[in-house]
């Protein structure tokens, strides 16, 4: 099997050219829509929206094409065994966390990792040790853990099960792996890396390694983010003896769809072809067009490019260069409100914060986009007359997370957490909050990182930091209040 | 709002009004991609393929397109709230059952419902009551349950939380739920139904009725599976003060992926579209196809289509004309073996089980396609002869389930029921595995109901019924030996 083969892809293709009749679902039958429109947009993916049909294989016991696939895939990221996953790093998250604990095991886990590892610790009931997140002074962003964080909790908690990591995090910072890897196999346990961001890792020079390559023993990519499938094409990812692997399968068939979308299995596949085949051509393109638009930038004026030079910071040791961080200087607009001006002008931004805007770049950015993008903010530099206002050099983020404290003792996770019923929880304005326990997650999104968990207690500066993200705009994702007035606690 | 409104999908399409550049996920940027015959069916999707933008609302904190649409879909399915799934009815089951229950609550739980609600039912911790299917005597396959049952089962556990259904079956076959929701309601419990295989009830007079007209309180659907969307979109739609919508919407967050599908929520948007607009037109279309084939099917012989007339069989009270399920009424071709002689002839059916093919109509399909299949039928009889053979009218099936007893004490599900150590754990001979308790849960796939869960005990018939699907080439998702000549069982 050479690399250049797409297995799913191709055994959708075969199947087609036996010009099929379906009398199976889904149930639009490849056929037409009402509406020409509509039709222009799902026509073509309609013919290969399949079931599992001979031939097909079938992704919950794979033995045909789709594990042909995902043995590619295997080769080609640098693991021993891939799982395709259509639910996004979502579903391989939750399916990793329920697979390496037991109700009341304990796992050292990163604060500040996705929603969907805390939501698969209570799934799994387990007990945690959070290690805080390093805070990049340079932004006030949280980054990494402390490999001495890691090595003390390891020694105070040599029951646990597993480290769990989340990197790099939303901006493309990160942290080197190997010497946490060593030292979490030292106590025979495995590293768990949620590299959701990363799928993109180790194909090129400039681009950090992946967390495989580094030894982490189970990893989760979202292959849409960074690499070409469609939007819930992720990849798990496992090497190692400390992982089970049925186990693991069967929790992914647990949390998974009984009906996976073909479409995008085959995009995964397909995502493997591209960067497997072609990679690093393909990487150096949409570097090019990063680089072509910080060179442009330095002419913009007001506008700084955090790392712009991929400097370290102290608080991290890698960086995507594709993730690019750009802020107002002069401290004129905020990040939301250069996101929505960049909007305005047909360019959209992935995310932004109080200060930032962050622009994803990928191997499929083209120099015209960058010429495009930069256009944008020299035209809203313009439009503010920022060249006129004074720039705050090293501005502090003001509104920068608070170095969270090193805490070390277990907190219970439960789906219970989130099913408190209205008899014990009561709403209150959000500044009549502090000292209370929360009774809901709270998760300015993006990042998508909970700053509250349930049963947590509330402390001044969070109420606080929690007011500020609302007054700018911010959404509290899954929170009752969106906006953030008011907040559920424990009575 | 007016029912022609397509609010998510008119949201895509105001976006690419703008000559959108993306500096955000997913990386694919809507670029073509390599390979001319990839790009073909990628392409115009990938337009559609976005991500959480101004203008394009958030499934997990709707306030804008998303919201619309899924209120326009609540009218037209009849719900006072509706939820939009881009993970199938798996997503929605899982959902359903960690939002109605705590650890050991009791639940009331027909057998034979879909895997994802045992899934459910072992996130959640839950006692479960099972309430045994009735069997179909012309078929031997399993259907409801009997509202005796239902009744006796909710006086000896006034205590249990819900009672859940799956209705109708994979195979069209139904059962009256007015009765049930009202006996269920005067307990103050609510009626869960997991109608992932109606989606299309309730449009047109010669189809059933819904079970949210019924009077069920949540109810699951896959929108793909017999109406228009993609593959894994579905929909769970709510009524009435019994469901806790806060803590469901919860769950929802929790258990589907972060970056949800928006050509699959679009596709939800424009399947509404099409049922709410010109359902009865569109449904009385399809129909046609199926009595054409049931009509061309009466010269055809040797295959016998049951229920062909849609006689109501003792064991179901309602039946899904686009299901139609032929046998071969000579006993010379399994259903295996049938769907395998179909697809060779271009036409592919849904299932098989070893007596029946299971053929899957739905509104898309065209009277040229029921007439391509009665000729491969034809074909298919002339190749084995079966005019020259004896009909065995009313055959008994021999493979059928055996009425499964009225056991009414509760079983703890849990995690750790697929969780067991090697140590806890034996692999033998199916054969051998007679009065052991099951290790694994075993789902001979398709229809995807487990006849075996982990903890139960293998009776003798259950291992003879297992041994006959698997010689006849049954798969068995998730099993660890999928042929199953090997079972796991507990020490």
Tied chains: 1, 2.
């Excluded at 039958?29 to 993916?45: G, P």
Aim: proline share 5%; aromatic share 6%.
């Amino acid at each position: 099997m050479t690399y250049d083969k797409a297995p799913i892809f191709e055994s959708l293709l075969i199947h087609l050219n036996k010009a099929p009749v379906s009398f199976h679902v889904p149930g639009h039958k490849m056929e037409n829509m009402l509406d020409a429109r509509a039709n222009e947009f799902f026509k073509e993916i309609r013919q290969v929206d399949m079931t599992e049909l001979p031939g097909l294989d079938d992704l919950h016991a794979p033995n045909g094409a789709i594990k042909k696939a995902q043995e590619l895939a295997a080769k080609c990221f640098g693991a021993e065994e891939t799982y395709f996953l259509v639910g996004g790093s979502t579903a391989g998250n939750l399916a990793a966390v329920t697979a390496i604990c037991d109700r009341g095991d304990i796992l050292i886990v990163q604060r500040n990792v996705h929603k969907s590892i805390i939501h698969g610790l209570m799934l799994a009931g387990a007990k945690v040790i959070f290690l805080p997140p390093m805070i990049d002074p340079e932004t006030g962003l949280a980054t990494g853990v402390m490999s001495d964080h890691v090595k003390e909790a390891l020694k105070k908690y040599p029951q646990a099960k597993a480290l769990i990591l989340c990197n790099p995090n939303y901006y493309g910072m990160g942290i080197e792996l190997e010497r946490i890897a060593n030292e979490v196999h030292t106590h025979d346990i495995p590293l768990i890396v949620d590299e959701a961001h990363g799928a993109h890792y180790g194909f090129h020079p400039d681009i950090p390694a992946s967390a495989l390559r580094s030894g982490a023993d189970l990893v989760i990519q979202s292959t849409h983010k960074m690499l070409t499938a469609l939007t819930m094409g992720a990849m798990l990812h496992v090497q190692g003896r400390l992982i089970d692997r049925k186990l693991l399968a069967q929790r992914l068939s647990m949390l998974q769809s009984s009906s996976p979308s073909y479409p995008i299995l085959a995009s995964l596949d397909l995502a493997r072809r591209d960067i497997h085949t072609n990679g690093y051509h393909l990487l150096s393109e949409g570097l090019k067009a990063v680089e072509h638009f910080t060179d442009l930038m330095d002419e913009v004026e007001g506008f700084q490019i955090i790392a712009g030079k991929w400097s370290a910071s102290t608080a991290y040791q890698t960086k995507d260069r594709f993730k690019v961080l750009v802020k107002d200087g002069t401290g004129t607009l905020t990040g939301y409100r250069i996101l929505e001006e960049l909007s305005s002008l047909g360019c959209f931004a992935e995310m932004a914060d109080p200060i930032h805007v962050l622009l994803v770049f990928s191997l499929a950015s083209k120099k015209q986009e960058a010429e495009k993008l930069a256009a944008a903010f020299r035209q809203i530099s313009d439009n503010f007359a920022l060249n006129k206002k004074e720039l705050k050099l090293c501005i502090t983020n003001t509104y920068r997370i608070e170095a969270v404290p090193v805490l070390f003792s277990p907190i219970s996770f439960d789906l219970s957490l989130v099913g408190f019923t209205k008899d014990h929880v009561i709403t209150v304005p959000l500044h009549l909050a502090v000292n209370c326990r929360s009774a809901e997650m709270i998760i300015p999104y993006p990042p998508g990182i909970p700053v509250l968990y349930p049963g947590e207690t509330i402390s001044q500066d969070m109420m606080k930091y929690l007011q500020k993200l609302a007054n700018m705009g911010a959404k509290f994702q899954g929170a009752q209040d969106q906006a953030l007035a008011q907040i559920s606690v424990l009575k």
